[in-house]
């Protein structure tokens, strides 16, 4: 059963400062009408200009996820909108001050804490969602990060992350309709290695980050000097030195939280795709630039699949609407020239029928002998017997009846049927029978792939006695 869009029961307010920017910024989430779906609106800037957390829209990837619209930009939002996705808000508008959202305790707890405590607001439109019906793969070959997204009934994501580190090791996480994101995943912290602390501090970043919003990992005995210059980088005296661990904290709250972060931020980023994904999400390795890539390409296979029709779906455990036997009764055609095994779906105006391609089609010991392919007339012979069923199967005596082709218009062949294929025949009525004339729309898919389609005008004839 579709699920509704929600909204957010209440306002909820958030103040701390950027982690990269540095400066103080408050933040309040509103409750949105549907279709909004997520937006910011920098109320600090002139005419308050919105940005749509859209993969589109994404301008920057480096530490964190940037978006940006016509000059106006907000950075660090996979963290909210982390949280926003995985408790099923659809709809919020968010008002901030400044250009970055404020890190608070480097996870996404506040956020997803305060958005649990106060409820959601079911409406009426249903979530936009897009079921994935073929694999999605992106590979960075620079650096080994890869997500895989596969047809599954529902949605989940498991990461692993692997560093190269003594500390970390390799880490996995998941994610599923199971999971409590709340207590699981979201009190989960960011995190940054020793030894790209500088390298950060130099290039003008983590002006925001604390010894409180971050976990700090040393590969190797800190150093005096370096034990200095953290203190410095963090404004705190109480930096210790450790030989090889977490310089900051005790004990990490799971024994895989850094996993659990970087699923938490894979969420928020897959969420610039702006639909609800059901399908089995696996990263490897995944940061932001790979996750935002990623959701460009679920927003733009979601607008493709709204381009296409819906290909219906052959379960060969159910039993035909009509089988072999009834098909027969129908249609004069006998083996080797019947083009139909079975046929799925029946109505006044639509018929679906089911074709096995196998290589004992006679047609294959001369078309080709090394390549064997089904010739494209036989094709459209198979869409015409099928349509042939859906007009005798409204005549009181179908049995004293034959259709008869008049006319092929736009017929277009987009891949080739070979042995081992499964033909979905699909014959629309585009014109009722009038005059013994009916005008049918065709289309043949290979699982997904529409591999012909053509308009014909076929005449229906009464045998002779």
């Known amino acids: 059963m579709q699920a509704n869009q929600q909204t957010i029961n209440k306002i909820h307010t958030f103040s701390g400062k950027g982690l990269h920017t ?8 509103l409750p949105a009408p549907e279709h909004h779906g997520i937006k910011f609106c920098r109320v600090d800037l ?25 000059g106006a930009r907000v950075s660090t939002v996979e963290h909210v909108m982390s949280a926003l996705y995985a408790l099923g808000v659809d709809n919020v508008l968010i008002e901030i001050d400044g250009d970055e959202v404020p890190i608070l305790d480097g996870s996404t707890f506040l956020f997803a804490h305060a958005i649990k405590s106060g409820g959601l607001l079911d409406q009426s439109a249903p979530k936009k969602v897009f079921v994935v019906k073929s694999k999605i793969h992106y590979k960075d070959e620079a650096t080994g990060s890869e997500i895989t997204i596969l047809p599954d009934d529902r949605f989940s994501a498991d990461v692993m992350i692997d560093f190269n580190s003594k500390v970390l090791g390799t880490q996995f996480a998941r994610f599923t309709p199971d999971t409590d994101y709340t207590a699981e995943i979201a009190p989960c912290r960011t995190f940054v290695f020793m030894h790209d602390l500088e390298m950060l501090f130099k290039n003008n970043l983590i002006k925001g980050g604390d010894i409180d919003n971050a976990i700090v990992i040393a590969e190797n005995t800190l150093t005096e000097p370096e034990v200095e210059n953290l203190s410095k980088i963090f404004g705190k005296e109480q930096i210790r030195s450790v030989e090889r661990g977490y310089v900051n904290i005790d004990e990490p709250r799971f024994s895989n939280e850094c996993a659990r972060h970087k699923l938490a931020d894979l969420i928020g980023d897959l969420a610039l795709s702006g639909v609800r994904v059901i399908g089995k999400v ?106 042939g069923i859906l007009v005798l199967s409204d005549l009181d005596e179908p049995e004293k009846y034959s259709t008869y082709f008049a006319k092929i218009d736009n017929a277009k062949f987009k891949r080739k049927v070979v042995p081992g294929d499964v033909l979905t025949i699909v014959l629309t009525l585009t014109a009722p029978l009038r005059r013994s004339i009916v005008a049918m729309r065709g289309e043949v898919y290979v699982g997904n792939a529409l591999a012909c389609e053509a308009d014909m005008v076929a005449q229906v004839i009464k045998n002779k006695e």
């Open 282 to 387: 696996s990263a490897v390795k995944p940061g932001h630039k790979i996750n935002t890539k990623v959701a460009a390409m679920i927003k733009s296979a979601e607008k493709e699949s709204a381009r296409l029709p819906e290909v219906p779906r052959y379960n060969p455990d159910e039993a035909p609407v009509i089988d072999i036997a009834g098909i027969k009764r129908l249609l004069p055609h006998r083996p080797p020239f019947l083009m139909v095994d079975r046929i799925i779906e029946l109505g006044h105006d639509r018929v679906v029928g089911i074709k096995t391609i196998g290589i004992n089609e006679g047609y294959f010991i001369g078309h080709f002998p090394d390549e064997p392919v089904m010739p494209g007339v036989l094709i459209i012979e198979a869409m015409a017997q099928v349509g």
């Open 22 to 29: 540095g400066g103080h910024v408050t933040m309040r989430l």
């Open 46 to 70: 002139e005419g308050k200009p919105l940005i749509e957390a859209n993969a589109d829209y994404v301008k920057f990837t480096d530490r964190g996820t940037v978006i940006e619209n016509q």
